[in-house]
């Protein structure tokens, strides 16, 4: 609306309705409640993008992904280590999904304190050329250390992809048949829904049409009297943050607090943890999600054996 008031009446106006953008802006405000929760700090100008050489939408996703990590003041360090990435990754064009991809490697070699002790799986792709040619050659250390004695792609990658379309859909069915989930009138939504998303989108199918199994809509809170006795928090959508990491809770009404008991743990079904061995513990180098487990109990294992596949920060 500003930049339209801006240029009214001179040679480069731009014709549009301010009240009609007004009104316009008014729906979003109220839409924005919905999500400020979701917002980063970065809100304004940042100068950063140029020096770091990161899109501004990267940037507020990079603040996210720190935070999760409880990483936040290592942004700065983050954006100083992206141009270093993306030189050696062949200076390869910040575009999603190349830009998701430096940064979180950036993120990677800054968070385990060694540059390239962890490269994703992405990250390897690339230096793998299976994204295409980059505008100048790769890293050669790097790409000799991922292709472990192979050959690069030098061939149009997508040529190399088998088709799989007809597979997914068989499955897709099946799982559906076995769930009794109801497919959209035109299947093939679906089946590409799980095939973009194959970790949330059977479940989402699953649960479309349950309200109860999404975060339910926020709610305008109350405003509560300056001298009003001590009662429960008011109702609403709150983010609890525990030990580091963001919940977000519904809060109903409870009337007055008079006494807090500590209610009674509920009985675990969960096995008694196993009592450590003489080996060495393993630690993940980042906190995700474990997507799937390579190794097997009592395996014995050496330096450099995969043991599991992490999915942190959408990445592998």
């Known amino acids: 609306e500003a930049l339209v008031a801006t240029l009214a009446g001179t040679e480069h106006d731009t014709g549009l309705d301010i009240l009609k953008l007004e009104s316009i ?14 917002e980063g700090q970065l809100k304004g100008y940042d100068s950063r993008i140029l020096v ?4 501004g939408g990267m940037l507020t996703n990079l603040e996210s992904q720190l935070k999760q990590q409880n990483a936040a003041d290592k942004l700065d360090q983050v954006l100083a280590e992206i141009p270093r990435v993306r030189e050696d990754l062949g200076f390869i064009p910040l575009v999603t999904p190349t830009s998701q991809i430096v940064g979180t490697q950036a993120v990677l070699n800054v968070l385990t304190g060694e540059r390239y002790k962890t490269i994703a799986k992405e990250t390897a792709g690339i230096l793998k050329g299976e994204y295409g040619h980059t505008p100048v050659p790769v890293n050669a250390a790097l790409q000799a250390r991922v292709l472990e004695g192979g050959a690069p792609v030098t061939c149009r990658p997508a040529d190399l992809l088998k088709p799989e379309l007809a597979e997914l859909e068989a499955d897709v069915r099946r799982q559906a048949q076995e ?49 009003a006795p001590a009662k429960a928090a008011a109702s609403g959508i709150y983010t609890v943050e525990v030990e580091g ?15 807090l008991t500590a209610a009674a743990p ?7 943890t196993a009592p450590a061995g003489a080996g060495t513990p393993v630690t993940a180098p ?18 450099g054996d995969v043991l599991l596949i992490l999915e942190a920060m959408k990445m592998e």
């Open 266 to 272: 509920a009985a675990s079904s969960a096995p008694a």
């Open 179 to 227: 769930k009794g989930i109801t497919l959209a009138g035109n299947a093939i939504d679906d089946v590409l829904t799980v095939a973009l998303f194959p970790q949330i989108g059977l479940k989402f199918l699953e649960n479309r049409h349950n309200p109860a199994a999404f975060e339910p809509l926020p709610q305008a809170e109350a405003a509560q009297p300056a001298a």
């Open 286 to 303: 980042l906190a995700g999600n474990i997507w799937k487990v390579i190794a097997t109990e009592g395996q014995t294992v050496a330096e």
């Open 52 to 55: 770091a050489q990161v899109p």
């Open 245 to 259: 990491k963001a919940f977000v809770v519904k809060v109903s009404d409870g009337g007055d607090i008079s006494q």
């Open 25 to 38: 802006a008014a729906y979003f405000r109220e839409v924005r409640k919905k999500y400020h929760a979701f």
